[in-house]
């Protein structure tokens, strides 16, 4: 039997810098953001909130090189160009 772990990465919209993969009407629905490869692994939950809003919930689908993609296809408010 094979034992799975994954962990919940909770960030702020205000200082979360994150690049828009791809988008849908001004949201981001997939991003590229900055882990430690180490510490994170694909499953992983991202969870990126607007003080108490939830405004992008995803997976972690890959890493590549110090970089995280995660998705959130029908339900992000993230904005798709960062301020």
Not at 30 to 46: C, H, L, M, R, Y
Not at 59 to 68: H, S, T, Y
Request: glycine share 8%.
């Amino acid at each position: 039997m094979e034992v799975a772990f994954c962990q919940t990465l909770s960030f702020n919209a205000d200082t979360f810098e994150y690049e828009a993969v791809a988008q849908d009407n001004g949201n981001a629905t997939v991003i590229k953001f900055a882990v430690d490869e180490k510490q994170t692994s694909p499953g992983d939950v991202v969870v990126v909130l607007n003080e108490t809003d939830i405004v992008f919930h995803g997976l972690i689908g890959k890493i590549e090189n110090g970089f995280a993609y995660a998705s959130d296809p029908k339900g992000s408010l993230l904005a798709a160009t960062v301020q």
